[in-house]
C-alpha cells in the first residue's frame, strides 16, 4: 500500500490487506492486528493535520484476538532440564537456573550485569532489559513495567555458581565482542539444551509460565509470585501465567471431597519478596 495516497485508501483495500497477510503470508491474529493499530494511528494523524476528512481505518473489522493455548512443562521435565545444563560451565548453568528457577524473561537475563549481583545480601536487581533492533543491534531499554523492576533473593547454588563466574564487569552474558548476547543466538541454545535433554520443544516463553503454573500448584501465595515474576498484580499472575492441568483439578476436587484442603504458604526463596519487590 506504500504507493498509494492516503486520500484514495479506502476500507476495502485495507480489510483486503489483512486477508492478505492472513491468509496468504500465514501471519497470525496478533500479528495482523498490530498493523492494524499502526494503520489506525497513521490515519488518526493524518484526519488530525487536515491531511483527509475521515479514516478508512474506520470501516475496517480487526481480526479477532486469538488466544494461544500455553504450554507449560512438568516439574520432572523441567528437573530433566536443569540436571543436563548443570554440566555446562558455570555461566551457561546460571542462564537456565534464573529462566527455570525463578522465572526472568529472555531480555532480563541477557540485560544483566555483574554489578546487578549482590553477594553479601544473596540478591538480584533487575533494572534494564535489552532487545535486539534493526540496524542498532543489542541495546538497553528500561524494565517493561514498573514492577518488573524488581529485587529478588538468590540461593545457594546461584551465589556459588556467581563465584566461579571471572569476569566480573560489564554483562553476565555476552557474545564475543563483549555486547549482550543476541536473542535469537540464546534461542539457538535453548533449543539444542531441550534436544540434549530428550525433552519436548516448547518456546523458552513457557519456562516462565511453567514457573508460575507449578509456584501457585505447589502452594506458594499468588503474591509472592507476582513480586518474583514482576507482574502489575497477583490477579494478572493467576489469569495469564497459571495453567492448571486436567489432573491438578481432579486432585483438587478429590482433597476436597474429603476435606483435607489446606490454605496456601509462602517458601523460604522467595520471602523477602514482599519488601524488595516495589524497587
Known amino acids: 500500500m506504500g504507493n ?94 534464573l529462566a527455570l528457577r525463578y522465572g526472568l524473561r529472555q531480555g532480563e537475563v541477557l540485560g544483566l550485569k555483574y554489578g546487578d549481583f549482590d553477594l553479601v545480601s544473596s540478591s538480584l536487581k533487575i533494572n534494564r532489559t535489552v532487545n535486539s533492533l534493526p540496524g542498532k543491534g543489542v541495546v538497553e531499554l528500561p524494565p517493561k513495567s514498573k514492577q518488573s523492576a524488581r529485587t529478588i533473593p538468590l540461593d545457594a547454588e546461584v551465589i556459588q555458581l556467581l563465584s566461579q563466574i571471572q569476569d566480573g564487569h560489564g554483562f553476565v552474558f555476552t557474545a564475543e565482542d563483549g555486547t549482550a548476547l543476541e536473542a535469537t543466538v540464546d534461542q539457538r541454545r535453548w533449543r539444542a539444551l531441550l534436544v540434549e535433554s530428550g525433552i519436548r520443544h516448547l518456546p523458552l516463553h513457557s519456562a516462565r509460565h511453567s514457573v508460575a503454573t507449578h509456584l501457585v500448584n505447589g502452594g506458594v501465595n499468588p503474591r509472592i509470585v507476582q513480586l518474583l515474576l514482576g507482574h502489575s498484580s497477583a490477579a494478572y499472575t493467576l489469569a495469564t501465567y497459571v495453567h492448571p492441568s486436567l489432573e491438578n483439578m481432579r486432585e483438587i476436587l478429590e482433597i476436597q471431597r474429603i476435606g483435607e484442603i489446606k490454605p496456601l504458604t509462602s517458601v523460604t526463596l522467595v520471602s523477602s519478596l514482599n519488601s524488595g519487590g516495589e524497587h
Open 4 to 97: 498509494l495516497r492516503l486520500d484514495t485508501v479506502t476500507a476495502r483495500q485495507i480489510q483486503d490487506l489483512y486477508s492478505y497477510l492472513a491468509e496468504e503470508r500465514g501471519f497470525k491474529s496478533g500479528t495482523v492486528r498490530k498493523v492494524h493499530s499502526i494503520l489506525s494511528s497513521v490515519f488518526k494523524l493524518a484526519v488530525k493535520q487536515g491531511l483527509i476528512t475521515h479514516s478508512p481505518v474506520a470501516g475496517v473489522s480487526q481480526p479477532k484476538f486469538e488466544q494461544k493455548q500455553i504450554e507449560v512443562f512438568t516439574k520432572q521435565e523441567m528437573e530433566s532440564i536443569l540436571r543436563h545444563a548443570s554440566y555446562k560451565p558455570p555461566k551457561a548453568y546460571l542462564r537456565w537456573l
